[in-house]
T-cell receptor, first 116, second 115 residues
Framework: NAGVTQTPKFRVLKTGQSMTLLCAQD?????MYWYRQDPGMGLRLIHY???????AKGEVPDGYNVSRLKKQNFLLGLESAAPSQTSVYFC???????????????FGQGTRLTVV | QKEVEQDPGPLSVPEGAIVSLNCTYS??????FMWYRQYSRKGPELLMY????GNKEDGRFTAQVDKSSKYISLFIRDSQPSDSATYLC???????????????FGPGTSLSVIP
């Protein structure tokens, strides 16, 4: 059972470089999310998707773009990396968000990104 | 004021102790309350989930919600070294007819259970 898989697990970027983080889930979930986790800040939602072909902004979307071309994949792009984007990035997925009993989100293991 | 506040710890207790982890929040619309456990260098995993006020028990874990005080707690009885992790509270305000209800996470409390 793979669950939610993130690629890569670690990355160091120079300021201004671009990169794409890949998230793949094998649970046939409709909803997928990208969070960033910073010390003392908790998890903050960057972008999310409620289904294939859809994306929406979360709390901290600036500097990031996303795409959901296939139901199982959710890509997070950084077009021009900045040191403020140094963080641990988590992808998550859930079956549904619109019902009270299905609010569990399954998380990947995270991508540690450092921008120098 | 942050929507969800949580003492970051670190909290260190001896094995077998009762642990109390707490969060306060400011948004009275929150109805769904969750506790996630996150081991070092891993993603969070859902531990407990409660709706509105009251208690919920699952083995050694008890989640408590007091909406009048805007305060939630997680109690761990007979704590074990394997409970050493960061505990994140999370909450949301579901709106009927909306496609997404935002989940707000607390910053997490780091717990160490010493053998």
């Amino acid at each position: 059972n793979a669950g939610v898989t993130q690629t890569p697990k670690f990355r160091v970027l120079k300021t201004g470089q671009s990169m794409t983080l890949l998230c793949a889930q094998d649970m046939n979930h409709e909803y997928m999310y990208w969070y960033r986790q910073d010390p003392g800040m908790g998890l903050r939602l960057i972008h999310y998707s409620v289904g294939e072909g859809t994306t929406a902004k979360g709390e901290v979307p600036d500097g990031y773009n996303v795409s959901r071309l296939k139901k199982q994949n959710f890509l997070l792009g950084l077009e021009s990396a900045a040191p403020s984007q140094t963080s641990v990035y988590f992808c998550a997925s859930s079956y549904s968000i619109a019902t009270a009993t299905n609010t569990e989100a399954f998380f990947g293991q995270g991508t540690r990104l450092t921008v120098v | 004021q942050k929507e969800v506040e949580q003492d970051p710890g670190p909290l260190s207790v001896p094995e077998g102790a009762i642990v109390s982890l707490n969060c306060t929040y400011s948004n009275s619309a929150f109805q769904y309350f969750m506790w996630y456990r996150q081991y070092s260098r891993k993603g969070p995993e859902l531990l407990m989930y409660t709706y509105s006020s009251g208690n919920k028990e699952d083995g050694r874990f008890t989640a408590q919600v007091d909406k009048s005080s805007k305060y939630i707690s997680l109690f761990i009885r007979d704590s074990q070294p394997s409970d050493s992790a960061t505990y994140l509270c999370a909450m949301s305000a579901y709106r009927l007819g909306t496609s997404y209800d935002k989940v707000i996470f607390g910053p997490g409390t780091s717990l160490s259970v010493i053998p």
